[in-house]
């Protein structure tokens, strides 16, 4: 065993270890050691005070100003109030009853030291109460008190991610001990590549990161750590894609004069440059005897369906069948309803009045009747069916494909990886071995991403972007409406609601809650930025609007003699069908939905979108929900309703929203939000917990070069049997079945 791989508890003590393994989920050296600092304080420079987040754990260094101690209840109660500066604010720590004493004792004006506690406001002022503190040496050695910390001899002090378990300086402590282990860590870079880019070895880098004694240190040591991390990674993925390319797949060609050929002939209008291309990077792949893996990329609107269906068909004119996998049963009936409209008569086949060269097109979803469900399968299993779209359903033992030749996934972060091979595992037993033959994978995601983005999430996959509007689709205008600035913005939102139902259109109403249960958290919708300041507290303190409240208020009120509707995901499939349908239809004039609208929804009359409490929805989402205007000819409008303040993180996001249409620009917005983590997607758990100092946006050229260098390591050694060192750093990133799983959350 290395020393890397040994347990903390045996060099820490079992307390220590087990408080570490809890709080931090860190368990052996190496975890340890790859825990490291989120930034330094430096001793003559204190952290900015005024940018402290509210509700989060934070480390401060500062020095205190004044300490008084204040006598209540007839003098039976005390309290010990202390205001620390760092030169940019203020801070004023309280500590009560008995535990006045000694921090009264330690905490003497002039006295310098980190303190560590959760940031909240009082009387509109920051505070941390109880905070746990630890004194630190003056400047001319003079020692502020028992407990001083000398042990940074440096300039620099290292704040580590903590929790209110084990305070940063614990941290550094228990990084002393197990620092000297270092130079036993198994270097994953390869000898040449560390050296043609200058890296530092990595025991030397673990060193720097650690107790650095300049600010250049910390810059090699981190330079050096996000190159391993990139790799890695880079590494992991490129295998995949190497046995992926190995696997066997049927080619499939369209025929001259087949489906795909009629279906060309009977749409409507010309594609557009971007679709073309793409269209031939698609027909190319599945015409090749390894599966294609491709990912389709694009803004909202671009027509990224009629790409995928025309690969569908392409595969049923070879003989073979084809699956799309929707996230939800609202999407699956929407593109099953827009699939067969597009086609006609073509998606009649075997029916009378069905073209000849016809497929019939089958819907399966969970919530279907026995009847129609063993049809669909029978369907399937026969061939007759040529395209199926579906839900996780699809997904099931039960369903049996007569020759799956390609899968189409929509909407991808909402499905497992292990869903998505499930799926291609239907392929069909071909070939004297009896082999299985792999589909052709296309998958499409709703909203643009950023490349490096792409090259990480998606890195076994190669990329087509589509990035031209169909033409004939009108430009959607944005605006913030301030509700509790100028409320009668609001009333004016509601006006123009009517308006456009006056000239025949309809409209949306965005909750981010459906109401009426009790548990409903206020996190209902995806609330992804952090909490601003206190003007924004008043916004933030109530629960998220609800759609039941909201539509009976609308319906009683400003939208009183028109006909509201209601959709939300509790509600039984056949309701949302109806819903749907009424509104597609014309029947309903307003809809007041949650995010189940979000993707796919198309109703072309439908011309303005109200989204309320718009600031609890991320950009992405926003983006994305603003795409269901604007479809037809009519002009769109989307109103971002909020009662943020003007001055708020939250306000400055809507913003951006209303200022751009382009969903490349916003997917940078939105991911700069957010950690990194979270860029990452919540079920890439493999991913995220490897990235410790990579970060995806910043860090493109890293990545971009580094998926290159793995490429090549891959190509010339698939077993990587000349790289130990890399072989055990791939394991400890994903054991062989994450591997498989790595990608796509």
Request: glycine letters at 10%.
């Amino acid at each position: 065993m290395s020393a890397l791989e040994e347990p903390l508890k045996k060099v820490l003590g079992p307390a220590t270890a087990k408080v570490m393994a809890e709080a931090l989920d860190l368990h052996t050296v190496g975890d340890l050691l790859h825990h490291y600092p989120r930034r330094y304080a430096e001793r003559g420079e204190l952290t900015r005070l005024a940018d402290l987040p509210l509700d989060e754990h934070v480390t401060v260094v500062a020095r205190v100003e004044t300490a008084r101690v204040i006598r209540f209840n007839g003098g039976s109660g005390q309290r010990l109030e202390v205001v620390i500066t760092d030169g940019s604010g203020r801070l004023q720590l309280v500590f009560f009853g008995r535990g006045v004493h000694k921090p009264h004792k330690d905490l003497l004006p002039g006295t310098r030291a980190m303190f560590a506690g959760k940031a909240s406001l009082f009387n509109r002022k920051l505070q941390l109460a109880h905070p746990a503190y630890q004194l630190l040496g003056g400047e001319d050695g003079a020692s502020g008190g028992g407990d001083a910390v000398e042990s940074w001899a440096g300039a620099l002090i290292p704040i580590y991610p903590a929790t209110a378990k084990m305070e940063s300086w614990k941290i550094a402590k228990a990084v002393d001990a197990v620092l000297p282990s270092a130079p036993g860590a198994v270097d994953p870079l390869p000898p040449a590549l560390r050296e043609g880019r200058g890296l530092v070895p990595l025991p030397e880098a673990l060193e720097k990161i650690h107790r650095p004694r300049t600010k250049a240190e910390v810059h090699d040591a981190r330079a050096r750590l996000k190159w391993d991390e990139a790799f890695v990674l880079q590494v992991a993925l490129a295998r995949r894609r190497h046995s992926d390319a190995q696997l066997p797949a049927t080619p499939r060609r369209p025929g001259p004069d087949g489906i795909l050929a009629a279906f060309d002939a009977r749409l409507p209008f010309t594609l557009t440059e971007g679709q073309r291309k793409v269209s031939a990077e698609v027909f190319e792949d599945l015409a090749t005897e390894h599966p294609m893996h491709r990912l389709l990329q694009g803004e909202v609107g671009s027509g990224k369906t009629l790409v995928a269906l025309r690969a569908m068909l392409a595969v049923v004119d070879a003989g073979g069948q084809t699956a799309m996998l929707a996230p939800t049963e609202v999407l699956a009936q929407q593109h099953h309803r827009s699939i067969t409209e597009m086609m006609g008569e073509l998606a009649e086949g075997g029916m009378l009045g069905g073209a000849e060269h016809g497929t019939k097109v089958v819907l399966l979803t969970g919530s279907m009747g026995a009847a129609a469900r063993r049809q669909a399968l029978l369907d399937l299993v026969s061939g007759d069916a040529g395209i199926v779209i579906g839900t996780h359903a699809l997904i099931e033992d039960k369903v049996r494909f007569h020759d799956l030749g390609l899968v189409v996934v929509d909407e991808q972060h909402r499905f497992g990886v292990e869903q998505r091979d499930a799926l291609r595992g239907k392929g069909p037993a071909r070939g004297d071995g009896g082999e299985r033959r792999t589909p052709h994978l296309l998958v499409m995601t709703a909203t643009p991403i950023p490349r490096t983005v792409a090259m990480t999430v998606f890195g076994d996959l190669e990329t087509s972007v589509l990035d031209q509007l169909p033409a004939g689709r009108s430009p959607i205008a944005s605006h913030v409406v301030p509700a509790a600035d100028k409320p009668h913005f609001l009333a004016r939102t509601w006006e123009r609601v009517r308006e456009e139902v006056a000239k025949g259109h309809q409209a949306y109403v965005v909750c981010p809650r459906i109401g009426e249960l009790p548990e409903e958290s206020a996190t209902a919708g995806g609330r992804t930025a952090a909490k601003e300041d206190a003007g924004a507290e008043a916004a933030e303190k109530r629960p998220p609007l609800a759609v039941l409240d909201v539509a009976e208020e609308l319906a009683r009120g400003p939208l009183h003699g028109l006909a509201v509707e209601v959709l939300h995901g509790r509600m039984a499939p056949e309701d949302k069908d109806a819903v749907m349908q009424g509104f597609a239809a014309g029947r309903t004039d307003v809809l007041v939905a949650t995010t189940v609208i979000e993707v796919g929804v198309n109703v072309p009359n439908a011309t303005v979108m109200v989204i309320m409490d718009a600031d609890r929805f991320g950009v992405s989402q926003l983006h994305q929900l603003r795409g269901r205007v604007g479809r037809g000819t009519a002009p769109g409008l989307c109103l971002l309703v909020t009662e943020m303040p003007g001055a708020s993180a939250a306000r400055a996001r809507l913003d951006a929203v209303a200022a751009t249409l382009d969903g490349f620009a916003l997917s940078r917005i939105d991911l700069e939000q957010r950690r990194e983590g979270d860029v990452l997607g919540q079920a890439q758990s493999g991913v995220r917990s490897s990235l410790r100092v990579l970060a995806v946006l910043e860090d493109e050229e890293i990545i971009a070069e580094a998926r290159q260098e793995a490429a090549a390591v891959v190509a010339a050694d698939p077993e990587l049997r000349a790289e130990p060192g890399l072989r055990t750093a791939l394991d400890a990133l994903v054991d062989e079945e994450r591997e498989r799983y790595l990608e796509k959350g």
